[in-house]
């Protein structure tokens, strides 16, 4: 049997991430239609006030208390 020969091709979908969100994107932005934010944009919100690490109940009762 023969091999069979593999190109590799790279295209715009195929780039790799680094896996951090963009430090620009702002609460309007992140914001869903209804004007609340997703759980990760909240407790990444949350996280940046507090200015030190929080366990995921603490997030999670801190996004409660404050709306998000």
Known sequence: MAAKKVSKKTS???TK???????????????????KLSQLHAAAEVLAEAGAPLTAKAMVETMGRKGY
């Open 17 to 35: 991430s680094t896996g951090k969100a963009k430090a620009s994107q702002t609460r309007a932005e992140a914001a869903k239609p209804d004007g």
């Open 12 to 14: 715009a979908k195929c």
